[in-house]
């Protein structure tokens, strides 16, 4: 082949080559990048996982006395004070009115405490102040005594004069209106547990006035919770 011809395949071949090498490095070559796209909807929920196992239960806590009972005012009329004695004890007294009292339970009886008060006591036509007294009460001007005794199911209220004092008819009686108030559970060693008076023994709370018992247990002044 002449020498001429050559130089001239030769060249084509060089040309050929840049023209492939430029067209690759050309095609290769990324474009700047594009705005980000906007969100797509939100998918389905996944499914519920299983559930776990349950914990160990606690520890008992000891006996509250948040669930306290308390009864409404009710006053007595003559035919409620009859002659007798108080059953289990026989305990005699002049007068005696039974009470239902479905709250009063033996675990009460063996565990809580039972506040009773009385109210519209008179001497005559006087009203004695102050008006609420806490059970058992006397009258130390005339012996007259006023108290109650416990049973499942029921409270009996009784009357009794002390010593040589005059019995009191059962027309004075009548009117004289009495309440309960039953805290369960959480009493040891004389003491309450729990709740608002914890601490106190029951001596301590047997003090109070039935304005602070109201007050401490938040009682409203009428109506029952039984």
């Known amino acids: 082949m002449p020498k001429q011809t050559y130089m001239r395949k030769l060249r084509l071949l060089s040309l050929s080559f840049l023209a492939i090498t430029f067209l690759s490095v050309s095609c290769t070559k990324e474009g700047p990048e594009g705005p980000v796209g906007a969100t797509g909807p939100q998918g389905p929920p996944g499914s519920t996982g299983a559930a776990g196992a349950a914990g160990a239960a606690g520890a008992p806590g000891p006996a509250g006395t948040a669930n306290v009972i308390y009864s409404t005012w009710v006053a007595s009329v003559a035919a409620d004070w009859v002659l007798g004695f108080v059953a289990p004890n026989n305990y005699n007294v002049e007068r005696v009115y039974n009470r239902t009292a479905p709250g009063i339970t033996q675990p009460i009886l063996d565990q809580g405490v039972v506040l009773a008060f009385g109210k519209n006591f008179t001497i005559g036509a006087a009203t004695i102040l102050p ?15 006023y108290s109650f005794v416990l049973d499942v199911g029921k409270i009996v209220f009784t009357y009794d004069p002390d010593g040589t004092a005059p019995v009191r008819p059962v027309t004075q ?8 108030v039953i805290i369960p559970g959480g009493v040891a060693g004389g003491r309450l547990t729990s709740g608002p008076a914890k601490g106190m023994t029951i001596a ?3 003090q109070l006035s039935y304005e602070e018992v109201a007050r401490m247990f938040r009682i409203p002044s009428e109506g ?3």
Do not use: T
């Open 131 to 145: 008006n609420v007294q806490l059970l058992p009460y006397r009258e130390s001007f005339n012996g007259q005594s």
């Open 173 to 180: 009686l009548a009117g004289i209106s009495y309440r309960y």
């Open 204 to 206: 301590e709370l047997k």
């Open 224 to 226: 029952s919770n039984i």
